[in-house]
């Protein structure tokens, strides 16, 4: 297996526009997380789905974001309008169910202009 | 709702010296998981600790789980420059819920 797969892996953008960053988790895994880095902030979680349904979003800063799993092997995380405060380190990561290790992506660096 | 806070923030060692940093949730933990992330990387599992009281080694790592399972630590002796990084514990609220907090991290240098 690749691994957990995320793209882009660096996505440069105006404020304003909308980015969407993609997750391809490991297959045969059930949970799949999405993080978001900073200095400032650490590792925070943003929401996470188990079985493709979301769980907790609590993490999601505001409305602007949005996430879906629409199958087992796909996700997306999308900012709609992107602001220059967005601009970090997503990381995409999945486990199978149970407590077990995550595993992450690569990460997309997104920055906002 | 939960929180995981690790200290030190910073740690910097002369390679050869001793380095320990500390987890602590602000409630009880399913289990505890501790992931390294190197410069420009990602983060990457090094062990979970389930049981109360649990230690466990992996050479010359020690990792503790607290008896209240609250808290962590994790233990570096005779550090090397590869161990240079930021070390996270993260927190697993359990069973069906899966939910993983990371805590704050601890970045350490070490001076050859």
């Known amino acids: 297996d690749a691994g957990v797969i995320q793209s882009p892996r660096h996505e440069v953008t105006e404020m304003g526009q909308e980015v969407t960053l993609r997750c391809k988790p490991i297959s045969g895994h059930n949970s799949l997380f999405w993080y978001r880095q900073t200095m400032m902030r650490g590792l925070e979680l943003l929401i996470y789905f188990n079985n493709n349904v979301p769980i907790d979003d609590s993490g999601m800063p505001e409305d602007r974001f949005s996430a879906k799993m629409p199958n087992a092997s796909f996700s997306t995380l999308k900012i709609q309008p992107s602001e220059p405060r967005d601009s970090a380190v997503y990381f995409c990561?999945?486990?199978?169910?149970?407590?077990?290790?995550?595993?992450f992506g690569q990460g997309t660096r997104l920055t906002v202009v | 709702g939960q929180q995981v806070m690790q200290i030190p923030q910073y740690q910097h060692v002369q390679e050869g010296e001793d380095f320990t940093t500390y987890c602590n949730s602000s409630?009880?933990?399913?289990?505890i998981q501790w992931y390294k992330q190197r410069p420009g990387g990602h983060p990457v599992f090094l062990i979970q600790l389930v049981k109360s009281g649990e230690v466990k080694k992996q050479k010359r790592l020690t990792f503790q789980f607290g008896e209240a399972k609250k808290n962590s630590s994790l233990h570096i002796t005779a550090t090397q420059t590869t161990d240079v990084g930021t070390y996270f514990c993260a927190g697993g609220y359990g069973g069906a819920t899966n939910k993983l907090i990371f805590g704050t991290g601890t970045l350490l240098a070490v001076q050859p």
């Open positions: 409630t009880t933990l399913s289990n």
């Open positions: 990561a999945s486990s199978s169910l149970g407590d077990t290790e995550a595993f």
